[in-house]
């Protein structure tokens, strides 16, 4: 445990970002994974369904939770998957 005032802080803030961050990424995975299951059950809403998660992943990626090249990458396999189902 600090002895050193600020770096109590430090911990304390640290903290509380982590928890924000975590909360960010679960949302994005929530997503990603209500995106598949209608993909694989109703590819017409899938669409829909696919703007809701690209939005929570630039959202994601904006907040500097997860590194942009990251987010384009998740984006484009999303539209991939999206593109072979309905094809």
Known sequence: ??????????VKVAAKK???NRIVKS???TA?????GTLAN?????????NTTVS?????AAKGVIHK???????ARLAK???????
Not at 32 to 36: A, D, L, R, S, T
Request: aromatic share 2%; proline share 2%; hydrophobic share 45%.
């Open 18 to 20: 982590n928890l924000h």
């Open 32 to 36: 990603v994974k209500k995106y598949e």
């Open 42 to 50: 109703d590819a017409a809403n899938a669409a829909a369904v696919l």
């Open 69 to 75: 090249n990251a987010a384009n990458r998740k984006k």
């Open 27 to 29: 949302g994005v995975r």
């Open 1 to 10: 445990m600090p002895n050193i005032k600020s770096a109590k802080k430090r």
């Open 56 to 60: 929570a992943i630039d959202k994601a």
């Open 81 to 87: 998957r999206l593109n072979k189902a309905t094809a």
